[in-house]
């Protein structure tokens, strides 16, 4: 039965940046249990449907697939006997997490390093070919940083 404290759909909207028919497809695909409605067929959530909804975005926007978070959610459902199972599913996860940061900080570390090479061939007004430019033109292009 909802109270006075539950959220509505647009509250709920705008506090995990999901739109409401993301809301409504996370409830439709069991992702969230249904959401108790007024006496007038409006959507209320409790603040524990919240944070559920909270970790959700949280481990999809981590990756993990629709199909692993209902796992996740399935086990949540049965309480606590389902502990260890959910801590090793969050623990894989976040050795999955880890290796996609370890690969993002090697793809910014060569991103930073073509970054100074422009850099540095900007600075000496040299050209791909490490030649001088001597066009005056060419130079004030180079520069340029708009697109």
């Known amino acids: ?14 506090r ?3 739109t409401r028919d993301t809301l409504r497809w996370y409830e ?18 409790d603040e524990r449907t919240v944070r559920m909804i909270e970790l959700l975005v949280r481990l999809r926007r981590t990756g993990m697939p629709v199909a692993v978070m209902r796992d996740f959610v399935t086990m949540v459902e049965q309480g606590a006997r389902t502990h260890g199972r959910r801590m090793r599913l969050l623990q894989d996860h ?6 996609r ?8 570390d060569s991103v930073d390093a073509k970054i100074d090479h422009y850099r540095r061939l900007i600075d000496a ?4 070919t490490e030649e001088t430019i001597t066009d005056p033109d060419e130079l ?4 340029r940083t708009d697109f």
């Open 28 to 45: 439709s695909e069991g992702l969230i249990p249904a959401v108790p409605r007024t006496s007038a067929g409006v959507r209320r959530y």
């Open 101 to 108: 940061i370890r690969e993002l900080v090697d793809d910014l």
């Open 16 to 18: 995990t940046g999901l």
């Open 140 to 143: 004030t292009e180079q520069r």
């Open 125 to 128: 007004g040299l050209d791909c």
């Open 1 to 14: 039965m909802p109270t006075d404290d539950d959220l509505s759909i647009a509250d709920v909207s705008a």
């Open 94 to 99: 976040r050795e999955e997490i880890e290796s």
